[in-house]
């Protein structure tokens, strides 16, 4: 089975710094465009980063310079690194799959909770 | 920056009646275009992707049309499971965004 599962979501300072993980089973995240989105409670969802199959990575206004994405091949495993957390941060964060690009994302996690409180 | 927006916010039907949802963008995105259910305390579910291809599994009462700035989601009469919230998302550049959503409920 394609499974994706997200890892390290907690309740975290301001200010603070936490790294999720999204562990992949069934197929191989380096040969496939991952992604990060994001839903605040209550809210829609807003895209948070791309990492392409030649390791680049985008990411939107609101995260860029704050958060970094990465995959370890290895580990068949994605990770997004979150520097200087904000309350506007809090969300659940999911890693989804977009098999190549003419298509959706068409594998998701099923979240990790993100809460940036003091 | 392509801004993606869904109308109307909320979509009030009576199950086996027709839902059409819309959705704009800023800029042209050819077909490059999805469209997601999400159900509560459920990850989004992918439905259609380059406007029109239904995705592995889908009903065929779920149809999406249009091209450039301009989609429509159509769900051919609704069953009990379709009330949810519906994103659009574009894919055209890599700097990817969703519309606002559109929860369709039950009249």
């Known amino acids: 089975d394609v499974q994706l599962v997200e890892t390290g979501g907690t309740l975290i300072r301001p200010g603070g710094s936490l790294r999720l993980s999204c562990a992949a089973s069934g197929f191989s995240v380096s040969n496939s465009y991952m992604n990060w989105v994001r839903q605040a409670p209550g809210k829609g969802l807003e895209w948070v980063s791309v990492?392409?199959?030649?390791?680049?990575?985008l990411y939107a206004d609101s995260v860029k310079g704050r958060f970094i994405m990465s995959r370890d091949n290895s580990k068949n495993t994605l990770y997004l690194q979150m520097n200087s957390l904000r309350a506007d941060d809090t969300a659940v964060y999911y890693c989804a799959r977009m098999p190549s690009v003419f298509f959706g994302m068409d594998v998701w996690g099923q979240g990790t909770t993100v809460t940036v409180s003091s | 920056e392509i801004v993606m927006t869904q109308s109307p916010a909320t979509l009030s039907v009576s199950p086996g009646e027709r839902a059409t949802l819309s959705c704009r963008a800023s800029?042209?995105?050819?077909?490059?275009l999805a469209w997601y259910q999400q159900r509560p305390g459920q990850p989004p579910r992918l439905l259609i992707y380059?406007?029109?291809t239904r995705a592995t599994g889908i009903p065929a009462r779920f149809s999406g049309s249009g091209s450039g700035t301009e989609f429509t989601l159509t769900i051919r009469s609704l069953q009990s499971e379709d009330f949810a919230v519906y994103y659009c998302?574009?894919?055209?550049?890599?700097?990817?965004?969703f519309g606002g959503g559109t929860k369709v409920e039950i009249k």
């Open positions: 380059g406007a029109s």
């Open positions: 990492i392409h199959s030649g390791d680049s990575t």
């Open positions: 800029q042209n995105v050819h077909s490059y």
């Open positions: 998302q574009h894919y055209n550049n890599w700097l990817l965004a």
